[in-house]
């Protein structure tokens, strides 16, 4: 999980979402998904199970989604990404 996270945590789109959104707006972002999904893509070799439960079920993309919204913290982890970078600037 922590490979799929740390992909995203690299989409200055869904950083920008996490600080311009509310959690639930965020969650709800066609974005995510789509960054999901690319995660799991670049990540495929890795994990290639997983990757390919998850690139061949969308449920398994959503119960990700979940995981990384929940206990994963990317949301908050993107909003905090986002305010160090602004007090460096």
Sequence with gaps: MGDIK?????SETLEQQAV???KEQF???PDILKCI????????????SLSKQALNSAKVREGLKDILL??????????QQREQEDISI
């Design 6 to 10: 740390d992909q995203m945590l690299k």
């Design 70 to 79: 929940g206990p994963g913290q990317l949301w908050e982890t993107l909003r």
């Design 27 to 29: 969650a709800n972002s």
């Design 37 to 48: 999904l690319n995660a799991i893509m670049d990540a495929g070799e890795a994990h290639s």
């Design 20 to 22: 311009d959104n509310s």
